[in-house]
């Protein structure tokens, strides 16, 4: 089945949506963009990606387009139209598309931002076989840019890590500067050690995950004591559980850091326990 997408205002057939070769996210990787996930069919943590989209637009200077106003209902409409129960729909802008190849940023009141959405389906996605059973990183050296708290489309070294971890029987890799833990190649690292949830603290090193302010606020209802600091390797291989979230994943339990064992080496009572409160919460508010 051909999926419905939406290119700079018109929703078309995916094997008829065209971007200029000129456009600045193809040429630059000047581009920003947000993955929502849907799940019974609702959006969930919406106007959290949109106040970060909108973020990522202004540290880069970028205008926003003229569809923001209208992006809850462009997303509604995708869903519905491609019949998503439960998967994601991505979204990005670019600066857009000059006439011409340069590195100096083209004239915004000529060059419109490239507006792109499209849907995954991904039944399944709320009872993941990962939850269950937890997943393995690996460490690898943290050398992106020093802006990561920017959702932007340069994610050739995270791939990079993904592969990394896959070569090595694993299924992703944190990275690892100075010493410390900033997040995973896709989503926010945390441990936990004597009940503690303790997780980098929010800065331009790590992206100020959606899915993180959410299980942090409802650990903290909970009374969870959180920790928000930096964390080393050998800390996470020490602790008592370990755990990633994100849009797509939720939260996952981490049974494993370079081949030694979490805790148990099995997912633990307080990954397991956020990832139940995450989702009941998040469907109670999905729009």
């Given at each position: 089945?051909?999926?419905?997408?939406y290119v700079?205002g018109e929703?078309?057939?995916?094997?008829e949506?065209?971007?200029s070769?000129?456009?600045?996210?193809?040429?630059m990787?000047d581009g920003v963009?947000?993955?929502?996930?849907v799940?019974?069919?609702?959006?969930i943590?919406?106007?959290?990606?949109?106040k970060?989209l909108?973020?990522?637009?202004?540290?880069?200077?970028m205008?926003?387009?003229?569809?923001?106003?209208d992006?809850?209902?462009?997303?509604r409409?995708?869903v519905?139209?491609?019949?998503?129960?439960?998967?994601?729909?991505?979204?990005?802008?670019?600066?857009?598309?000059?006439?011409d190849?340069?590195?100096?940023?083209?004239?915004a009141e000529?060059?419109e931002?490239?507006?792109?959405?499209?849907t995954?389906?991904?039944?399944?996605?709320?009872?993941s076989?990962?939850?269950?059973?937890?997943?393995?990183?690996i460490?690898?050296?943290?050398?992106?840019?020093?802006?990561?708290?920017?959702?932007?489309?340069q994610?050739?070294y995270?791939?990079?890590?993904?592969?990394?971890?896959?070569a090595?029987g694993?299924?992703?890799?944190?990275?690892v500067?100075?010493?410390?833990?900033?997040?995973?190649?896709?989503?926010?690292?945390?441990i936990?050690?004597d009940?503690?949830?303790?997780?980098?603290?929010?800065?331009t090193?790590?992206?100020h995950?959606?899915?993180r302010a959410?299980?942090?606020?409802?650990?903290?209802?909970?009374?969870?004591k959180v920790?928000e600091r930096?964390f080393?390797?050998?800390?996470?291989?020490?602790a008592?559980?370990?755990?990633?979230?994100?849009?797509?994943?939720?939260?996952?339990?981490?049974v494993?850091?370079?081949g030694?064992a979490?805790?148990?080496?099995?997912?633990g009572?307080v990954?397991?326990?956020?990832?139940?409160?995450?989702?009941?919460?998040?469907l109670?508010?999905?729009?």
């Amino acid at each position: 089945m051909t999926r419905t997408v939406y290119v700079n205002g018109e929703y078309l057939p995916e094997n008829e949506a065209k971007v200029s070769i000129f456009d600045r996210g193809f040429l630059m990787a000047d581009g920003v963009y947000e993955v929502t996930s849907v799940l019974g069919g609702k959006l969930i943590d919406f106007d959290g990606h949109l106040k970060r989209l909108e973020r990522s637009l202004n540290e880069l200077d970028m205008p926003k387009p003229a569809a923001f106003d209208d992006l809850l209902e462009i997303h509604r409409k995708l869903v519905a139209e491609n019949g998503i129960t439960e998967g994601m729909v991505y979204l990005q802008v670019t600066r857009g598309a000059p006439d011409d190849r340069d590195f100096v940023f083209p004239d915004a009141e000529t060059t419109e931002p490239t507006v792109v959405l499209f849907t995954q389906n991904k039944p399944g996605l709320a009872n993941s076989p990962a939850a269950k059973t937890g997943i393995k990183v690996i460490s690898i050296d943290d050398i992106r840019w020093g802006r990561r708290d920017i959702k932007t489309v340069q994610l050739l070294y995270p791939s990079m890590g993904k592969m990394m971890a896959k070569a090595q029987g694993c299924d992703d890799a944190w990275m690892v500067e100075d010493g410390a833990v900033t997040e995973g190649t896709s989503n926010n690292a945390y441990i936990v050690k004597d009940g503690v949830i303790i997780t980098r603290n929010l800065s331009t090193d790590i992206l100020h995950g959606i899915t993180r302010a959410a299980v942090l606020r409802f650990a903290r209802e909970a009374q969870m004591k959180v920790e928000e600091r930096p964390f080393t390797i050998e800390e996470a291989k020490a602790a008592d559980e370990a755990f990633v979230t994100s849009a797509s994943t939720f939260v996952f339990p981490v049974v494993e850091v370079d081949g030694a064992a979490v805790g148990t080496g099995s997912p633990g009572p307080v990954a397991t326990r956020l990832r139940e409160i995450y989702l009941e919460e998040s469907l109670k508010a999905g729009v």
